[in-house]
């Protein structure tokens, strides 16, 4: 027997509020082989709605995956290396924003942290249609994690 501690399953709460306190993690989409593809990206999370959002350009190869295979993960760390949360979920990916301030660029605007919104709305919102924004919407199935209880 090991006194060492084992993993904690983490509550459907825990998990929404681990979400929520982070802004990055791993979304993981599916490669025409079945392998995943794996990439750091930045996110917003709803948890009433339980949606994850993530701002990208249509061209990114995410995009392609997604709108071949929906199925999608994001792998998200906790504070310390010994928690994580995973949202698994049915993703889409939304039209190109095309004209500053239509309903995409206005999505795109609110998924910003407040400490991160832009001085001048209009120049972004117009920069969001020069890049080709899409915003990708992860629809939340199932939520699971852990954390072990490690000191120091």
Known sequence: MTDRPTPRLLSDE??????A???FGTLAT????G???LTTMAYSWDAESRTLRFSTTADRVKVTHLRREPHAAL?????DVWSFAVAEGEAEVSEVTSVPGD???????AMIPADAVPQDEDAFLGQLVDER????????ERLYGTALDVEG
């Open 30 to 33: 599916v490669k025409r082989s």
């Open 35 to 37: 392998h995943p593809h």
């Open 75 to 79: 792998h998200v760390q906790g504070r």
């Open 103 to 109: 309903a995409v660029g206005r999505e795109l605007l």
């Open 21 to 23: 306190a982070q802004r």
């Open 133 to 140: 924004r899409v915003v990708i919407r992860l629809r939340v």
């Open 14 to 19: 825990a998990l929404s509020d681990l979400l």
